[in-house]
């Protein structure tokens, strides 16, 4: 049932999602637009290559790993409450930008940036949800949300270079201010106050909040670790054991907690487990199929950096034009159906990718297209799915879960790209003029670790659907899940 303030189409939600959507863009744009800085960055602040790889690191690390944190707070304490406090973070944040003076205060400046997207990236899922009860409303509004987003990620970059034409690095992180008070006054006039019934009021679990950020942290640094310092050396695997010692701890707690953070009879819910997996899925083949191929194409094939970034547009171009697709297809399949579907075109494009990417661009661009086609509708239908399968006061965790499996698992993309790629080439990667011998092995390496990445993705796939095929039974207990068959 509809409440009488419930909005019964976008058009009478549009206050609340310019708010959402300007959400999106920030975290989407953020590191995008400052990517093409970095050099202007790093000579105006005298900062050396590690200090200037954690400028945008730290915001990654910050973000993923509070998110879990900040969404069990968000259902603690108000969804709304926690985005706003987050959005005038940002504000802040970027605002000192205009003061910084050496690596050092940005890198802070970031990590501060990163603790304001962890409160409020997944608060634009969970309320998105909250605005509407009709489920095909709700991939609606997520994908016109997700849609927004891309386009900043897309034009990000492009945007950077010509405000650096004109203007002093510091404008593109003070674009944020704007963004941040549009968004402001978007959920302030457009998302009601939460109230006491959508929320808990469970104690806060201190010590899993601690073990699962830890994990979330360790298991972000490990990637970049092992694609930096290289499998040989101890600091990647010091990292990741001590991911796996702290997510095993993480779990033990939760089991055992009177009130965990992250109930784990919750997760092993098929519509929760089977969406989080799909969404795993996604994030590994687009990270590491996207680390294989801008390597692919500039340094095996020798394209200049401006050719290389045309070569990614059927990427760009299939993400922004697939928004009004996604509706019909969703609404014509089912929230299920249509989750699989698009997650094995996901693993076929990877195995496109790694069978025949390396006899020609046509096959490149033709698993970049796949992907990017199956990863529009995973997006939005993944995270239907999870929060549908959760009580109604447990939504921002849920969304945080979806978000924190997609940031994990393309840390995980590029770590086994960049592992099977240091396995099999001899010398240095970057250095010119490859001999015939290195050409042949880093091709080798593209395909095994394009199977690689097909056989994981693959396998959380159809781990997935056998789940779904037990989410019928549950039906009963999670409203509105026939929406979109009816």
């Given at each position: 049932m509809q409440g009488p303030g419930t909005p019964q189409s976008l058009r009478q939600a549009w206050t609340a999602l310019a708010g959402l959507s300007a959400v999106f863009l920030f975290e989407m744009l953020d590191n995008s637009i400052l990517n093409?800085?970095?050099?202007?960055?790093?000579?105006?602040?005298?900062?050396?290559?590690?200090?200037?790889?954690?400028?945008?690191?730290?915001?990654?690390?910050?973000?993923?790993?509070?998110?879990?944190?900040?969404?069990?707070?968000?259902d603690r304490f108000g969804r709304r409450r926690v985005m706003l406090v987050g959005l005038m973070l940002l504000a802040a944040a970027s605002l000192a930008t205009a003061f910084v003076t050496t690596a050092?205060?940005?890198?802070?400046?970031?990590?501060?940036?990163?603790?304001?997207?962890?409160?409020?990236?997944?608060?634009s899922i969970a309320l998105a949800?909250?605005?509407?009860?009709?489920?095909?409303?709700?991939?609606?509004?997520?994908?016109?949300?997700s849609t927004v987003g891309l386009v900043g990620?897309?034009?990000?970059?492009?945007?950077?270079?010509?405000?650096?034409?004109?203007?002093?690095?510091?404008?593109?992180?003070?674009?944020?201010?704007?963004?941040a008070a549009l968004a402001i006054i978007g959920i302030r006039s457009g998302i009601a106050a939460d109230q006491a019934a959508e929320l808990h009021r469970d104690p806060v679990d201190v010590a899993g909040a601690m073990l699962g950020t830890a994990t979330i942290v360790f298991s972000l640094i490990a990637p970049t670790l092992f694609v930096n310092e290289g499998s040989g050396t101890w600091a990647p695997w010091t990292a990741t054991a001590a991911a796996v010692a702290t997510a095993i701890a993480?779990?033990?707690?939760?089991?055992?907690?009177?009130?965990?953070?992250?109930?784990?009879?919750?997760?092993?819910?098929?519509?929760?487990?089977?969406?989080?997996?799909?969404?795993?899925?996604?994030?590994?083949?687009?990270a590491g199929m996207g680390y294989m191929v801008t390597l692919q194409l500039q340094l095996d094939w020798g394209w200049p950096p401006a050719l290389a970034a045309i070569g990614?547009?059927?990427?760009?171009?299939?993400l922004i034009s697939a928004?009004?697709?996604?509706?019909?297809?969703?609404?014509?399949?089912?929230?299920?159906?249509?989750?699989?579907?698009?997650?094995?075109?996901?693993?076929?494009?990877?195995?496109?990718?790694?069978?025949?990417?390396?006899f020609g661009y046509v096959w490149v661009a033709i698993s970049l297209a796949l992907v990017a086609a199956a990863i529009r509708v995973v997006g939005a239908v993944a995270g239907v799915n999870v929060l549908r399968g959760l009580p109604e006061n447990r939504v921002s965790i849920g969304a945080a879960l979806v978000d924190t499996a997609s940031e994990v698992t393309s840390g995980a993309g590029i770590a086994i790209a960049g592992t099977i790629l240091a396995a099999f080439f001899t010398g240095t990667i970057t250095t010119t003029g490859w001999s015939a011998h290195q050409t042949a092995q880093f091709r080798d390496a593209v395909t095994v670790a394009g199977l690689v990445l097909t056989a994981v993705a693959g396998t959380l796939v159809g781990w997935a659907i056998l789940r779904t095929r037990n989410a019928a039974d549950n039906r009963s207990s999670t409203p509105n899940t026939d929406a979109l068959d009816a």
């Open positions: 093409v800085a970095l050099p202007t960055i790093g000579r105006e602040l005298h900062a050396s290559t590690v200090g200037l790889q954690w400028v945008t690191g730290v915001y990654a690390v910050v973000f993923g790993g509070l998110m879990l944190v900040f969404g069990a707070i968000a050092e205060q940005l890198i802070g400046v970031r990590a501060v940036m990163g603790v304001a997207a962890a409160m409020t990236t997944p608060g949800f909250r605005l509407f009860t009709e489920d095909n409303l709700r991939v609606r509004a997520m994908t016109l949300i990620l897309a034009i990000g970059p492009t945007a950077g270079g010509l405000v650096l034409a004109v203007a002093p690095w510091q404008v593109l992180l003070l674009v944020n201010v704007p963004i993480f779990v033990l707690r939760e089991r055992s907690a009177r009130h965990p953070l992250l109930d784990p009879k919750l997760v092993a819910r098929p519509l929760v487990s089977a969406g989080l997996a799909y969404k795993a899925a996604t994030g590994l083949a687009v990614m547009l059927p990427q760009v171009v299939v928004g009004p697709f996604v509706n019909r297809f969703v609404q014509r399949a089912g929230l299920e159906r249509s989750a699989w579907l698009s997650s094995a075109a996901v693993v076929a494009g990877l195995a496109v990718y790694g069978l025949l990417g390396r």
